[in-house]
């Protein structure tokens, strides 16, 4: 980062980011969950052939 931010710049950009990873692992969460009840779903599946 260059050094001509002021600081209110700089908090602006930290508070962006955090949100931005923040709404990365409620994503990944979300998509986790999702893998994880597909795969349950075709456990069942290959069970009642």
């Not at 001509?4 to 700089?10: E, H, I, L, N, R």
């Not at 908090?11 to 994503?27: E, H, N, Q, T, V």
Request: avoid cysteine.
């Amino acid at each position: 980062m260059d050094m001509s931010q002021t600081p209110k710049d700089q908090i602006l950009s930290d508070i962006i980011l955090y949100f931005l990873l923040l709404a990365i692992g409620f994503g990944l969460l979300a998509f986790s969950d999702v893998i994880k009840k597909g795969n349950i779903i075709e456990t069942e599946n290959n069970l009642t052939i």
